[in-house]
C-alpha cells in the first residue's frame, strides 16, 4: 500500500509528522518560536480515498469544541467534523476519518482558517474599499491597510479595526468583514457611518505569521499583540507602522479602535464572546456601557450578553499577563484623540451552542457597527 502524503507546503500549513503507518499518522504542531503549549495546526492529506484514518496529535489535546474543521476542496470552504470522531489520548488527541471515494486533497486544521485568498475574495466584491499598504513585513509582504472614505466630508470619527496580532486568529477576520460590510451596506446604520467616519482596517498585523501558518502566540521574544510598550521601539514593522498611524490619525478625528482576537481553545470564557476589560477605568467604563448597548441591540445568532466583559484582575486578564508589552487596544486607549478602544475575543468553534462559521460571525460583526452607531451618537459630544 502506497502511503497518502501529509504537508503543510501551502499557505497558513502548519504540522509535524512524526510517524506514518498504513492508516495511521502520528503528528503534533509545529509551534516554531512560540514559547508556550498552543494548538494552532493545519494540515493536507492527498490520495487517501476511500480509506479510513486515524490521526494522533501527540502534543496535548489540541482538537476544540467542534472537531477539526475540513475542508474537500483545497481550503476554499470548511466544515466541522464534530466531536464524535475524536478521542483524547495519553499524548494528547486523536480523530479518525473516513475519506469519500472520490476525495482529492483534503485539508485538515484546528480552526477555520482566513488567509490572503479569503481577503481577496473579500475585497472583489467591495470595490469600495481602498487598498493601501501599511508597510512591509519582515519577509517583504506588502501588509494590507484597508481603507473606506467618508462620503460626507471630512470624518467626524475614525473607526480603526485590527486583527491577528495573534496570526492563529482566524475567526476575527471574519468578524472584521462583517463590520466593514455593515459599513458598506445600504441600510440606515450604513448610510449613517457612510455619511460621518471613515473606516481603516489592518487584517493581518502579523502577515507573514499568517501565511507561514504559524502559531505566533507567544513568539519568542514576544509576540505582536504585546509589541506595544513604554520605553522601547517596536520590534515588528506591522505594530510600529500602526502604533504610528493611530497617532496620527487620532490627532485629527476622534478614533475609535477595535482589536480583533480569538481566545483559549475551550472552557470558560473561551465559548462565548467576550470584551476584554481595560485596566483604565474610564476605558473600563466605556467598555461596559458598550457591552450593554451590543448586549440590548444584537439580535444574530451569536448571544452577547452584557457581562460578557472580563474585568481587569480577573481570569487571565491580569497585569502579569502584560509584563512583556500592551496589547494594541491599551496602546490605543491611551492617545490623545481616541474616544473609544477595546479588544473583543471571537472563539474559534462555538458561541453559547451555537457552533462557529463565517456567516454567523460576519453578522455579529454587523451587530458590533450597528451598536456602534448608537455608542456614537450618545458619546459624541465627549470625544
Ligand atoms: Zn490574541
Redo the contacts with the bound molecule.
Keep these: 500500500m502506497t502511503l497518502p502524503q501529509i504537508d503543510c507546503a501551502f499557505p497558513g500549513g502548519n504540522i509535524k509528522v512524526e510517524r506514518l503507518e498504513p492508516g495511521v499518522a502520528v503528528l503534533r504542531q509545529d509551534r516554531r518560536d512560540t514559547t508556550c503549549w498552543w494548538f494552532h495546526w493545519a494540515f493536507r492529506i492527498q490520495a487517501a480515498a476511500g480509506q479510513m484514518w486515524r490521526f494522533e496529535l501527540v502534543d496535548g489535546d489540541a482538537v476544540g469544541t467542534r472537531g477539526p474543521a475540513c475542508s474537500l476542496d483545497g481550503g476554499t470552504t470548511w466544515f466541522w467534523l464534530g466531536r464524535e470522531c475524536v478521542e483524547t489520548t495519553s499524548a494528547g488527541v486523536a480523530f479518525s476519518y473516513r475519506f469519500p471515494e472520490d476525495a482529492g486533497e483534503v485539508r485538515f486544521a484546528f480552526a477555520m482558517p482566513y488567509l490572503q485568498t479569503d481577503l481577496e475574495m473579500f475585497l472583489a466584491n467591495q470595490p469600495q474599499i481602498e487598498r493601501q499598504v501599511l508597510c512591509h513585513s519582515r519577509q517583504g509582504r506588502e501588509v494590507e491597510l484597508l481603507r473606506l472614505p467618508c462620503t460626507g466630508g471630512d470624518p467626524a470619527w475614525r473607526v480603526v479595526l485590527a486583527a491577528r ?2 496570526c492563529c ?1 482566524s475567526v476575527a477576520n471574519w468578524v472584521m468583514e462583517g463590520m466593514l460590510a455593515a459599513a458598506l451596506a445600504p441600510t440606515a446604520v450604513g448610510g449613517w457611518w457612510r455619511q460621518r467616519a471613515e473606516f481603516l482596517a489592518v487584517p493581518f498585523v502579523d502577515k507573514d505569521g499568517v501565511e507561514n501558518g504559524d502559531q505566533g ?1 507567544c513568539r519568542h521574544p514576544f509576540d505582536h ?1 504585546r509589541d506595544y510598550a513604554d520605553g522601547r521601539a517596536p520590534l515588528y514593522p506591522e505594530t510600529g507602522a500602526l502604533a504610528q498611524r493611530l497617532v496620527a490619525w487620532a490627532a485629527a478625528t476622534p478614533v475609535i479602535a477595535f482589536d480583533l ?2 481566545p483559549w481553545i475551550r472552557g470558560q470564557w473561551n465559548e462565548q464572546v467576550y470584551m476584554v476589560g481595560s485596566s483604565r477605568p474610564e476605558t473600563a467604563a466605556a467598555q461596559a456601557r458598550f457591552a450593554n448597548l451590543l448586549a440590548a441591540t444584537n439580535h444574530t445568532g451569536w448571544d452577547y450578553r452584557s457581562d460578557d466583559f472580563l474585568a481587569h484582575g480577573q481570569s487571565w486578564n491580569t497585569a502579569a499577563n502584560y509584563r512583556d508589552g500592551k496589547g494594541f487596544a491599551r496602546f490605543a486607549a491611551e492617545q490623545p484623540g481616541v474616544a473609544f478602544a477595546t479588544s473583543f475575543e471571537i472563539p474559534y468553534a462555538n458561541v453559547r451552542g451555537q457552533t462557529v462559521c463565517p456567516e454567523d460571525a460576519r453578522a455579529f460583526g454587523h451587530a458590533i457597527v450597528a451598536a456602534l452607531r448608537i455608542f456614537a451618537d450618545t458619546e459624541g459630544t465627549q470625544a
Design positions: 496580532h495573534h486568529e502566540k499583540g482576537h480569538c
